[in-house]
């Protein structure tokens, strides 16, 4: 064991950079290359890893201090034997790092005559990092940018830096977009510089040389993935133009765990110094977005308060009993739907005194077949048809919030009320099938549901629901859509009312209906023609036919 000192590495020429995060505490357990604490200068933020695998005995440093290379940060326990304080620690090879003397950015030859001049910007040298990402995008085409502006920012494994514009001038062009990976020498994009009697050639190449000074002075410890550039001579920060994104503030180290745990960094509330987002905002952010989703309050922003735990007890004598899984499935369900779909109801009567007529008239043959022709067949074909004439309610949502699935198949689902709860069987291909098959699969389906027989591919796949209330009673109510279905009718108790004909009150036989759509999917006017349909064709069952 060997205690070693651990000191501030190469910075790239920069100086008395903020210590704005500390991400290790004595006692801690380090390997090789992770990060201790992240500096700051003013054009990009770096980790300073760990130089050796080890146990951390002291950070000496604390947020907010100022350090240059070579300052001490801590203490860490070490098998590896320390280095002479001369030697580099680990000393990388530097082969990749080498090409310090390569412009990165094309002279502009022709603009010492003052005319506008399109200039070609390549990413600089990148201090032997390869392949970093695009994070962010500062500028785009038209944006006019003073030499050492932002124009993206890049992160590799341990920093992220800003690449500065080489020029004052115009952006043309960016060639690269968020995302993408970035290799020195790479087209960054076109710039317009407008030079002045030859001063532009210089100012072209002001980047490279800026970029490239980790290169030549290579890194004295730990190798560092991306290097950030010297510190400017002026502050370009206060003349920076960069997006929302790229107005926050974060270390590298907190820009990837935020990209794991997939936060997005303008909404975490930042409490580091010059307002830089740090891993306990990142963390509290998450806490606080747990404790929410604990509470019921998350879903869009509805904010619904828990419900209190109540003991009824107090109240007078009550029993408490286990819901069944049903019932708990149904729960679940109604919530999820209730809180995610936006419901519209529409209502209507029918007008079923025909249908009755015939109905009852075919009562008889109809058990003769051993099957019962109550209103609900005649629900189930008068579905389908308006599902096939006003395709709009035959959709769902696709989960993306992109497309939406059309259905070339109609089947419907049907709610039976059960002692263990309301199930949902699906009668299929509802539009192909007769009124008798479809009163012996409407009995068939009930009676399996209400022993629990049904398989659970006999309740998946519906287009839309029917939940016929008529037999139980009631003028109207507002059914749930069963998402993800797009609608769904419910069914009340049949009345006979004064209906206006035209000369006199008549004696009709009316049939209350609820249609409840998604409205995300479904607009009024759909429902409306969908409804309209329905109705015209439960009043004249011969419109079936057509
Ligand atoms: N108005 C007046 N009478 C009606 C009617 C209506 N809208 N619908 C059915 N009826 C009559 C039937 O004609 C039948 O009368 P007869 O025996 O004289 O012919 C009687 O009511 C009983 O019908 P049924 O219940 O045996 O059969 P059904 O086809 O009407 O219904 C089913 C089948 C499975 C839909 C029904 O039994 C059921 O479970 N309904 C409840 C659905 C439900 O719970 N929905 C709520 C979901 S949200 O919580």
């Not at 603009?111 to 695009?134: F, R």
């Not at 952006?171 to 020195?184: C, L, M, N, P, R």
């Not at 497309?403 to 299929?428: E, N």
């Not at 998946?460 to 629901?465: D, L, M, R, Y």
């Given at each position: 064991?060997a205690k070693?000192?651990?000191?501030v590495?190469?910075?790239?020429?920069?100086?008395?950079?903020?210590?704005?995060?500390?991400?290790?505490a004595a006692?801690?357990?380090?390997a090789q290359?992770?990060s201790?604490?992240v500096v700051?200068?003013?054009?990009?933020s770096m980790?300073?890893?760990?130089?050796v695998?080890?146990?951390i005995?002291?950070i000496?440093?604390?947020e907010g201090?100022?350090?240059?290379?070579?300052?001490?940060?801590?203490e860490i326990e070490?098998d590896v034997?320390?280095?002479p304080?001369?030697?580099p620690?680990?000393?990388?090879?530097?082969e990749?790092a080498?090409p310090?003397a390569?412009?990165?950015a094309?002279?502009?030859?022709?603009?010492?005559s003052?005319?506008p001049?399109?200039?070609?910007?390549q990413i600089?040298?990148?201090?032997?990092?390869d392949?970093v990402d695009?994070?962010?995008?500062?500028v785009?085409?038209?944006?006019?940018?003073?030499?050492?502006?932002?124009?993206?920012?890049?992160e590799g494994?341990?920093?992220?830096?800003?690449v500065?514009?080489?020029?004052?001038?115009t952006?043309?062009?960016?060639?690269?977009?968020?995302?993408?990976?970035?290799?020195?020498?790479d087209?960054l994009g076109?710039l317009?510089v407008?030079?002045?009697?030859?001063?532009a050639?210089?100012?072209?190449?002001a980047?490279?040389?800026?970029?490239?000074?980790?290169?030549e002075?290579?890194?004295?410890?730990a190798?560092?993935?991306?290097?950030?550039?010297?510190v400017p001579q002026?502050?370009?920060?206060?003349?920076?133009?960069?997006?929302?994104?790229?107005q926050?503030?974060?270390g590298?180290a907190v820009r990837?765990?935020a990209?794991e745990?997939?936060v997005?960094?303008n909404?975490v509330?930042?409490t580091?110094?010059?307002?830089?987002?740090?891993?306990?905002?990142?963390?509290?952010y998450?806490?606080e977005?747990?404790?929410?989703?604990?509470?019921?309050?998350v879903?869009?922003?509805?904010?619904?308060?828990?419900?209190?735990?109540?003991?009824?007890?107090?109240?007078?004598?009550v029993s408490?009993?286990?819901?069944?899984?049903?019932?708990k499935?149904?729960?679940?369900n109604?919530s999820?739907?209730?809180?995610n779909?936006?419901?519209?109801?529409?209502?209507?009567?029918a007008?079923i005194?025909?249908?009755e007529?015939f109905?009852?008239s075919?009562k008889?043959e109809?058990e003769?077949?051993g099957?019962?022709?109550?209103p609900v067949?005649?629900?189930?074909k008068?579905v389908?048809?308006?599902?096939?004439?006003?395709?709009?309610?035959?959709?769902?949502?696709?989960?993306?919030g992109?497309?939406?699935v059309?259905k070339?198949?109609?089947?419907?689902?049907?709610?039976?009320d059960?002692?263990k709860?309301?199930?949902v069987?699906?009668i299929?291909?509802?539009?192909?099938?007769?009124?008798?098959?479809l009163a012996a699969?409407?009995?068939e389906m009930?009676?399996?549901?209400?022993?629990?027989?049904?398989?659970?591919n006999?309740?998946?796949?519906?287009?839309?629901?029917i939940?016929?209330l008529?037999?139980?009673?009631?003028?109207?109510f507002?059914?749930?859509?069963?998402?993800p279905?797009?609608?769904?009718?419910?069914?009340?108790?049949?009345a006979?009312?004064?209906?206006w004909?035209?000369?006199d009150f008549?004696?009709r036989?009316?049939?209350?209906?609820?249609?409840?759509?998604?409205?995300?999917a479904?607009?009024?006017?759909?429902?409306?023609?969908?409804?309209?349909y329905?109705?015209s064709?439960?009043?004249d069952?011969r419109?079936?036919?057509?």
């Amino acid at each position: 064991m060997a205690k070693q000192v651990i000191k501030v590495p190469d910075l790239g020429g920069a100086d008395q950079v903020d210590v704005i995060e500390i991400t290790v505490a004595a006692g801690d357990t380090v390997a090789q290359e992770d990060s201790l604490i992240v500096v700051e200068g003013d054009k990009a933020s770096m980790d300073v890893p760990a130089p050796v695998a080890g146990k951390i005995l002291s950070i000496s440093v604390k947020e907010g201090d100022k350090v240059s290379e070579g300052d001490v940060i801590g203490e860490i326990e070490t098998d590896v034997a320390e280095a002479p304080a001369e030697e580099p620690a680990a000393a990388p090879a530097q082969e990749d790092a080498a090409p310090a003397a390569e412009p990165v950015a094309e002279a502009p030859a022709a603009a010492a005559s003052g005319e506008p001049k399109e200039e070609t910007i390549q990413i600089p040298d990148l201090g032997g990092a390869d392949a970093v990402d695009v994070i962010e995008i500062s500028v785009q085409p038209g944006d006019t940018v003073e030499e050492g502006d932002s124009l993206i920012v890049v992160e590799g494994d341990k920093a992220s830096m800003d690449v500065p514009s080489p020029s004052a001038g115009t952006v043309v062009s960016i060639a690269v977009k968020e995302g993408d990976k970035v290799s020195t020498g790479d087209t960054l994009g076109v710039l317009k510089v407008v030079a002045a009697g030859g001063a532009a050639a210089p100012a072209a190449q002001a980047a490279v040389p800026a970029a490239a000074a980790p290169v030549e002075s290579a890194p004295q410890q730990a190798p560092l993935s991306v290097e950030p550039p010297a510190v400017p001579q002026k502050d370009y920060q206060l003349e920076r133009n960069l997006t929302a994104a790229a107005q926050v503030y974060a270390g590298p180290a907190v820009r990837k765990l935020a990209r794991e745990l997939g936060v997005t960094l303008n909404k975490v509330k930042p409490t580091g110094p010059r307002n830089r987002v740090s891993k306990d905002d990142l963390h509290n952010y998450i806490r606080e977005q747990v404790k929410k989703a604990e509470s019921g309050a998350v879903g869009g922003g509805i904010g619904i308060a828990k419900m209190p735990d109540i003991d009824f007890s107090q109240f007078g004598p009550v029993s408490v009993e286990p819901m069944s899984k049903i019932h708990k499935i149904t729960a679940a369900n109604m919530s999820r739907n209730w809180l995610n779909v936006p419901h519209v109801t529409q209502f209507d009567d029918a007008d079923i005194t025909e249908l009755e007529t015939f109905r009852k008239s075919m009562k008889a043959e109809a058990e003769k077949r051993g099957v019962k022709l109550t209103p609900v067949p005649f629900l189930l074909k008068a579905v389908a048809a308006a599902l096939r004439a006003e395709p709009s309610f035959n959709v769902s949502l696709h989960n993306d919030g992109e497309q939406i699935v059309r259905k070339d198949y109609v089947h419907v689902g049907m709610a039976v009320d059960t002692p263990k709860g309301l199930m949902v069987p699906v009668i299929r291909d509802v539009d192909k099938k007769g009124l008798y098959e479809l009163a012996a699969e409407a009995t068939e389906m009930a009676l399996k549901a209400r022993d629990g027989k049904l398989k659970p591919n006999e309740m998946q796949g519906a287009c839309f629901t029917i939940s016929s209330l008529g037999a139980i009673g009631g003028t109207g109510f507002t059914p749930i859509v069963n998402s993800p279905e797009v609608g769904i009718l419910g069914v009340s108790k049949l009345a006979v009312k004064p209906v206006w004909n035209g000369e006199d009150f008549e004696p009709r036989q009316m049939l209350p209906l609820a249609l409840s759509y998604d409205h995300r999917a479904v607009n009024g006017g759909d429902a409306g023609r969908f409804m309209t349909y329905l109705v015209s064709v439960l009043a004249d069952v011969r419109r079936l036919l057509l």
